[in-house]
């Protein structure tokens, strides 16, 4: 079956523009979680979605940073005003549900900040 | 976030067995241990999780100290393929289900 899917692959984008950054998780997974990983750096926590609770934002690095999960599926990762920092690769995964034990991840989105 | 403490490399020569060891002196009683890896340029992929009792997959075992303070991944036989960052993960169960990732152990497999 199809696994997690994320567009685009790659982004370049100009220092202070918004990018926006989406995610197609594998169908029936309720649970959701955006990762950013730096260059040569393990995965950084960023934001969890469970079905329609609030989601838990405790890694959002600045309110810069924000996410969306509409109809408990597709979910935007948005980045306003973009610095050169936040250059990085950004992860979704999802899983079946918050007491699954496996995260199953997508590709990943390269974002460059020049 | 309970920390984990890994080598920062290993190297294996092929169809050997690895060993790739992992810390975390703080863990509690309801964390669990997860090990994923992450081939290059790839999204992590999960290899193996348990709680006390050693556990045993297809792709891995999993050895835990009797205390937790410790844990090994056991690759049986390295392949190639096996080439990647290997990440040793504790998932605290009263925090959700996000995990904390640390810088892993880079696995280099020798022909």
């Known amino acids: 079956g199809a696994g997690v899917s994320q567009s685009p692959s790659n982004k370049v984008t100009e220092k202070g523009k918004d990018v926006e950054l989406r995610c197609d998780p594998i169908?029936?997974?309720?649970?959701l979680y955006w990762y950013r990983q730096s260059l040569g750096q393990g995965l950084e926590f960023l934001i969890y979605?469970?079905?329609?609770?609030?989601?838990?934002k405790s890694g959002l690095p600045s309110d810069r940073f924000s996410a969306e999960r509409t109809g408990g599926s597709v979910s935007t990762l948005t980045i306003q005003r973009t610095q050169q920092e936040d250059s990085a690769v950004y992860l979704c995964?999802?899983?079946?549900?918050?007491?699954?034990?496996?995260?199953?991840f997508g590709p990943g989105t390269r974002l460059l900040v020049l | 976030d309970a920390k984990t403490t890994q080598p920062n490399s290993m190297e294996s020569n092929e169809e050997e067995p690895v060993h790739l060891p992992c810390n975390h002196s703080?863990?509690?009683?309801?964390?669990?241990i997860h090990w994923y890896r992450q081939l290059p340029s790839q999204g992590p992929e999960y290899v193996i999780h348990?709680?006390?009792s050693n556990v045993n997959n297809r792709m891995a075992s999993l050895a835990i100290a009797e205390d937790r303070k410790s844990s090994t991944l056991i690759l049986h036989r390295a392949t190639l393929r096996d080439a990647a960052v290997y990440y040793c993960?504790?998932?605290?169960?009263?925090?959700?289900?996000?995990?904390?990732f640390g810088t892993g152990t880079s696995l280099t497999v020798i022909p």
């Open positions: 169908s029936g997974h309720t649970a």
């Open positions: 979605f469970q079905g329609n609770s609030a989601p838990d």
């Open positions: 993960i504790l998932r605290a169960s009263n925090t959700g289900n996000q995990f904390y």
């Open positions: 348990g709680l006390t």
């Open positions: 703080t863990i509690s009683g309801t964390d669990y």
């Open positions: 995964a999802s899983s079946r549900s918050p007491f699954d034990e496996t995260q199953y």
